[in-house]
C-alpha cells in the first residue's frame, strides 16, 4: 500500500466529534464528517494538513475549531458577515460557517488550488453561506471588514498589521491561538495599540491532549 494511501485510511471519519462535543447537531455533525472526509481525499496533492496530524485531525482541527467558534459565536450578532483571513485548509472559515446558518462567511485566501476545494468542500457539506475570495487580503477594500478569524494565519503582530487598513473602526478580529500567545502578545509592535484594543475571550482545550488554547480579539479603535 503507497503511503500517501494510508495516509488518507487513518483520517478520522468524524465520528468521535459527537461525544467530544455532545451539543452538535445532527445536521452540523454530518457536515463535518463530509469536511473531514473530503479534506482526506485532496490532501495528498494540497497538503492541507501536516501528515503527523492526519489521524487526530478529528481533534487537533475540526474540533478545535468548534471550540473556539462556541466562544466567539456570541460575540457577533446574527446576520453579520465574517471573513477568514488566509483560510488554505478551511479552518475555521468553512467549519464555522457548517455551525452558524444565519452569518455569510468569507474565506479569503491567495492560493488558487486551496480555494477550489475549498469551493468543492463547501458544496459537499451543503453550505449556501459562503463566499470564496481568491486573492491577497492587503486586496480587500479598505474598512470593509467588520468581523474576522482566523487560525494559523501569522503572528499576532503581523495579524494585526496586515489587517489595520481592512477592518473597519469598531471592527472585532478573532485569532485562534496556542500556548505561544502570551509571547505573541508581548512582541506586538508598540505603535499598534493605538490602533487596536487586545484581549483573549476565552480558554479551551481540545479532545485527547492536555494543551491549553485560547481566542484573542482584537478590537479596531
Known amino acids: 500500500m503507497a503511503t500517501e494511501d494510508l495516509k488518507t485510511e487513518l483520517m478520522p471519519d468524524g465520528s468521535r466529534l459527537a461525544a467530544w462535543i455532545p451539543t452538535l447537531k445532527e445536521v ?3 457536515a463535518l464528517k463530509v ?3 473530503e479534506l482526506g481525499r485532496f490532501n495528498k496533492n494540497l497538503n492541507l494538513i501536516s501528515a503527523s496530524t492526519i489521524p487526530k485531525a478529528d481533534a487537533v482541527h475540526v474540533a478545535d475549531a468548534v471550540l473556539a467558534w462556541r466562544i466567539i459565536s456570541g460575540l457577533i450578532p446574527s446576520g453579520s ?3 477568514d483571513f488566509g483560510s488554505g485548509n478551511g479552518i475555521p472559515g468553512i467549519i464555522c460557517a457548517a455551525l452558524a446558518p444565519d452569518l455569510k462567511f468569507r474565506v479569503v485566501d491567495r492560493d488558487v488550488r486551496k480555494l477550489e476545494f475549498l469551493k468543492h468542500a463547501g458544496a459537499s457539506m451543503g453550505l449556501k453561506n ?4 481568491t486573492r491577497d ?3 480587500l477594500e479598505d474598512e470593509s471588514v467588520h468581523f ?7 503572528p499576532i503582530g503581523k495579524s494585526l498589521l496586515l489587517s ?3 477592518m473597519a473602526p469598531g471592527g472585532r478580529f478573532f485569532m485562534m491561538k496556542g500556548e505561544g500567545w502570551a509571547r505573541e502578545v508581548a512582541d506586538v509592535p508598540s505603535p499598534l495599540f493605538s490602533v487596536w484594543n487586545t484581549q483573549m475571550v476565552g480558554q479551551y482545550s481540545i479532545p485527547e ?3 491549553e488554547f485560547v481566542v484573542i480579539e482584537a478590537r479596531k479603535k
Open 164 to 166: 489595520r487598513k481592512l
Open 28 to 30: 452540523e455533525l454530518q
Open 35 to 37: 469536511y473531514l472526509r
Open 137 to 139: 487580503i492587503a486586496d
Open 81 to 83: 458577515t465574517v471573513s
Open 148 to 154: 474576522a478569524v482566523s487560525r494559523g494565519f501569522a
Open 130 to 133: 459562503v463566499a470564496f475570495i
Open 209 to 211: 491532549s492536555n494543551a
